[in-house]
C-alpha cells in the first residue's frame, strides 16, 4: 500500500481510536501477565508444555526445532540509565526495559542465572495489552510472563513464547552478566553492533517469528517474515534516522539532554518501544509503554520507510510517540488531546528542509494538513466572537487546532522580540523546562492557556493577546495584567494570518490605535450633527453634540479596546465655531473605574477650526480616557447655556 493511501485510509481510524494510556501502575509496571506468586514452573528441560500450541501456532507463532536452544548463554547487560520519570512531567516516559536478544520458544523452559546482589525482574513476551474486553480476539487475553529474579537460578517457561527482557527498577552503575539456558538467539538487528549484510542474511535462516530493530532511544517489534517480503536491505540508515528523530525532534525539542547541568533536563537514556500486536486493545493503535499497533504492513512500512521517516511522513509513529510525550497536567488543554502530540512531526519535516536545504520536505505530509489549515486561517481571520475550543467546523478538528503553534514555530526568527532569542522552534522547549520547573500542575484549561500565553510572552518578551484573540483562544486578566504589568511591547504583526504551508503572508501589521476599536459613551447626545460616534469617523462636518438643556457636567467615555500608550490628545472643534469647548477635563483609566487626571487637566481649547494637540510630558498607559465640561463656564457659550459639541477626538502615539 503506498503511503498516500495509508495515511488517507487510517486518518479516520487513528484519530477516532487512538486513545492515550491512561492506567496508574504501580511502580511504574502493569502487575499483568502472570503474577509470580501464581506462577508453577516445571524446571524439567526435557518438558515442552504444548498446552497453548495451537494458539501461539496462530500469534505470535512457533519455533522450529532446528533453531539451536543456546546453552551458557553469557549476556553482558548495560542497566544504566538517568532516573528522571518524575521530572519528564510526560504523559508515559519510557521505562527501564532492556533486551536481552534472546526469543523463548512457546512452552519452553529457560533457566537464568543472576549474580548475588542485583534485584532484577524478567519478561517474556513484548505484547503486553490485555483483551480480556476484546469481544471474539484472535489471541489468548494475556500472553507475556513477569516475574521477580532472585540471584541464582531462576526458571521461566511462557506458553506462547516471545522475547526475554530484563527490568532494572532503579539504576545499575556497572555492567551485569547473565547466563541464560534453553532461549534462542533472535535475529535483530541493534544499531551500531549488527551489519546489514549479515542481518539480512540472519533473517532468511532464522525461524523465530519477531524480532526487533533496536537503536539507543527506540525498538521495534515485528514479524520477521514483513522483514524479508518488504525486502529490508538498510535497517543501519533506518535506525540512525529513528535515532536523530527521537534525539533531535523529541528530546532535545523538549530541551532535554543527556548530560544535562540540570536534573530537569536530564533525558532519560531509555528507549521507546513500539509492538506490533495482532490485535490491539484500542482501536488500530495506542500510546503507552509499550506503543501497540496492528500487526500489519501499513504500520510496518511506516517504521520502515526511510523517506517517510525524514520528512515526518511517519504521522502514526510520530502520533502515539507524542502522545506519550504531552505535558496535559500543564499546558495541553483538553481541545489539544489530538493536536499537540502532532506537533512532532513538523519539527522532523522542518530539521529535515533545513538540514538537507530540502524544500520537499516541508510540510509534513498528511491530507488533512491542506485541507484544515486553510480553514483555520479563515477562522482567525475572522471577527466577531471566537471560540478556539468550540463547534466552529473552521476550527473543530486537530488539525486545525496544530495551526497557531505551528505559525509561532515557523514565523518567529532568531532575535524578533529581543537581541538573542532564539527561533520561534525553541518555543517547544521554553514550554517543557518550565513545565517541569512548575510548583504545581495546572488547575484546568483556564490554566493551560495562560502558561502557554505567559510561556510565549515571557519567551519572546513581547505581549501576545491580539494573536490569542484572534484565534480566539480565551486568556485570564489575571494573565493578561500579569504580563501587562511586565511592560512588553504590544504585538501588532498579524502573524495569524502567516500560511504555514506556502510560509507566506503574516507580514502585516494591525492599527491597534485605530478609533474603528473605540466605544464611545455619553452621557448627554443629540442627534444633531451625527451622534457621538461622529467624534471617530474623520469627517469634519459631522460632530457629536450634547442634548439641549440642563445637564450637566457632560462626560464622553472612550474605550480604546485594550491599554494603550498614549502619549497625548488631539480635539478638533465644532467647525464654524458653535457650541465650541473652552476648559477640559482629561482623565485615564486602565479598568474604567479609577481615574487619573492627565498633566495639565484641564485643558484650555481654543475656539478655532483647527486641530489642537497636547502632548503630555510622560507617557500614560490606559485603555480608558474620559473628557468632562463640568458647567457653562467650560464653554465658549455666550448665552449661559451648557450644550456641547466637538467634531475629531484622537489620541497621539508615543
Known amino acids: 500500500m503506498s503511503k498516500q493511501l495509508f495515511l488517507i485510509a487510517c486518518t479516520a481510524v487513528l484519530l477516532a481510536h487512538c486513545v492515550k494510556n491512561k492506567e496508574t501502575f504501580k511502580d511504574g509496571r502493569d502487575e499483568g501477565g502472570f503474577p509470580a506468586p501464581s506462577i508453577t514452573v516445571d524446571t524439567n528441560s526435557s ?57 523463548a520458544a512457546p512452552g519452553e523452559l529457560v533457566t537464568i542465572d543472576v549474580p548475588a546482589d542485583y534485584s532484577l525482574s524478567v519478561q517474556v513476551g513484548a505484547w503486553e495489552d490485555n483483551l480480556s474486553s476484546v469481544l471474539n480476539a484472535p489471541r489468548d487475553p494475556l500472553i507475556y510472563t513477569r516475574m521477580q529474579l ?25 555492567p551485569v552478566t547473565l547466563t541464560f539456558s534453553g532461549a534462542v538467539k533472535s535475529p535483530d538487528f541493534e544499531l551500531g553492533k549488527t551489519n546489514n549484510a549479515a542481518w539480512t542474511a540472519a533473517i532468511r535462516t532464522s525461524c523465530v517469528p519477531y524480532l526487533e530493530l533496536r537503536s539507543k532511544n527506540i525498538v521495534f517489534v515485528v514479524p520477521r517474515d514483513y522483514c524479508v517480503s518488504r525486502n529490508i536491505q538498510d535497517p543501519e540508515s533506518i535506525m540512525k534516522e529513528w535515532d536523530r528523530a527521537i534525539d533531535m525532534d523529541y528530546y532535545q525539542w523538549e530541551g532535554l539532554a543527556e548530560n544535562a547541568t540540570e536534573a530537569y533536563d536530564l533525558a532519560p537514556v531509555l528507549p521507546w518501544r513500539v509492538v506490533q500486536d495482532i490485535k490491539p486493545s484500542l482501536g488500530y493503535g495506542h500510546s503507552g509503554f509499550p506503543v501497540v499497533t496492528y ?15 525524514k520528512k515526518g511522513w511517519a504521522w502514526g509513529t510520530f502520533h502515539e510517540i507524542g502522545h506519550n510525550n504531552q505535558q496535559g497536567d500543564y499546558w ?17 519535516s522542518h530539521r529535515q528542509s533545513v538540514e538537507k536545504n530540502d524544500p520537499s520536505a516541508w510540510p509534513p505530509y498528511h491530507p488533512a494538513v491542506n485541507s484544515m489549515f486553510p480553514q483555520a486561517l479563515a477562522f482567525a481571520a475572522a471577527t466577531g466572537t471566537k471560540d478556539f475550543d468550540g463547534t466552529d467546523v473552521r476550527i473543530n478538528d486537530p488539525f486545525a487546532r496544530i495551526t497557531p503553534f505551528v505559525q509561532v514555530f515557523d514565523k518567529i526568527p532568531a532575535n524578533w522580540g529581543y537581541p538573542g532569542q532564539p527561533d520561534g522552534w525553541s518555543f517547544m522547549a521554553e514550554l517543557y523546562k518550565k513545565a517541569r520547573r512548575a510548583v504545581y500542575p495546572s488547575n484546568n484549561d483556564q490554566d493551560k492557556r495562560d502558561f502557554v500565553y505567559e510561556t510565549l510572552c515571557d519567551f519572546t518578551k513581547t505581549d501576545w493577546k491580539l494573536f490569542f484573540l484572534a484565534w480566539g483562544i480565551n486568556i485570564s486578566s ?79 467615555t472612550i474605550d480604546m479596546g485594550m491599554k494603550l500608550d498614549i502619549k497625548g490628545f488631539r480635539f478638533t472643534q465644532r467647525q464654524g465655531g458653535a457650541r465650541n469647548i473652552k476648559n477640559l477635563k482629561v482623565e485615564t483609566s486602565i479598568d474604567n473605574s479609577n481615574w487619573t487626571p492627565v498633566d495639565g487637566s484641564p485643558l484650555l481649547l481654543q475656539k478655532i477650526d483647527a486641530q489642537q494637540n497636547f502632548t503630555l510630558p510622560s507617557v500614560v498607559r490606559a485603555r480608558y480616557f474620559r473628557l468632562t465640561i463640568t458647567g457653562p463656564a467650560d464653554t465658549y457659550n455666550t448665552d449661559g447655556s451648557m450644550n456641547t459639541s466637538m467634531a475629531e477626538i484622537d489620541v497621539i502615539q508615543p
Not at 63 to 72: A, F, H, S
Not at 491 to 503: S, V
Request: hydrophobic share 35%; glycine share 8%.
Open 478 to 556: 489575571v494573565s493578561l495584567n500579569a504580563i501587562d504589568a511586565k511592560g512588553y511591547r504590544l504585538l501588532t504583526q498579524e502573524i495569524w494570518k502567516y500560511n504555514p504551508i506556502t510560509r507566506t503572508g503574516g507580514d502585516t501589521y494591525v492599527n491597534v490605535y485605530s478609533r474603528t476599536n473605540w466605544t464611545v459613551t455619553v452621557n448627554s447626545v443629540n442627534p444633531e450633527g451625527g451622534g457621538k460616534d461622529a467624534v471617530k469617523d474623520g469627517n469634519l462636518t459631522t460632530y457629536w453634540h450634547s442634548a439641549y438643556g440642563p445637564t450637566s457636567p457632560v462626560i464622553a
Open 332 to 348: 495541553s488543554w483538553s481541545s489539544l488531546g489530538e493536536t499537540s502530540n502532532n506537533l512532532f512531526s513538523f519539527k522532523v
Open 295 to 309: 500487526n500489519d504492513y501499513g504500520w510496518f512500512d511506516e517504521f520502515t520507510d526511510l523517506t517517510a521517516i
Open 150 to 174: 532472585a540471584p541464582g537460578r531462576n526458571y521461566v517457561r511462557n506458553l506462547y513464547g516471545g522475547h526475554i527482557y530484563i527490568f532494572a527498577a532503579r539504576p545499575v552503575a556497572t
Open 47 to 103: 518438558v515442552i508444555d504444548v498446552s497453548k500450541y495451537a494458539q501461539a501456532r496462530v500469534f505470535p507463532g512457533l519455533v522450529c526445532n532446528t533453531e539451536t536452544r543456546l546453552k551458557n548463554q553469557a549476556v553482558t547487560m548495560n542497566l544504566n540509565y538517568n532516573y528522571v520519570k518524575e521530572h519528564l512531567r510526560i504523559s508515559v516516559p519510557p521505562e527501564p526495559q532492556f533486551s536481552t536478544g534472546l526469543y
